[in-house]
């Protein structure tokens, strides 16, 4: 998907405040008792998502998540398909004060291609 100079600009600056997971340590940080926020539409969600994950879509992140994540310090594992959506929710979380937001890079894509 082509994605808008600026659209782009804003994921990058985000994925540049926050850190990443890699696919491969997700499972473990859950079992740890990490949180996967699915922040994609519900749609994408349905179709398919992580097992265990939550789905608080980016459009109401803002307003919804203290409801579904009211620890300021859970590791909350954003994710969408890849990066963007995933990044600037993380970013979003910081700035929120969630102090252990992170995003999984390569999203639900790179989580999937571990088999």
């Not at 994950?53 to 859970?74: A, C, F, Q, Y």
């Not at 398909?81 to 890079?105: H, P, Q």
């Amino acid at each position: 998907m082509a994605y808008t100079d600026k659209f782009q600009h804003l994921a990058d600056v985000a994925m540049s405040q926050v850190a990443s997971v890699s696919a491969e340590q997700v499972n473990a940080l859950m079992t740890q008792g990490a949180v996967a926020l699915d922040i994609r539409d519900k749609e994408e969600h349905d179709l398919d998502h992580l097992p265990g994950s939550l789905h608080v879509s980016r459009g109401k992140l803002e307003m919804n998540i203290e409801g579904v994540v009211p620890d300021l310090n859970t590791t909350v594992l954003c994710y969408c398909n890849a990066n963007n959506r995933g990044a600037l929710s993380a970013n979003t979380l910081r700035l929120m004060g969630y102090v252990n937001a992170r995003y999984i890079a390569g999203g639900l894509k790179a989580y999937r291609a571990l088999g």
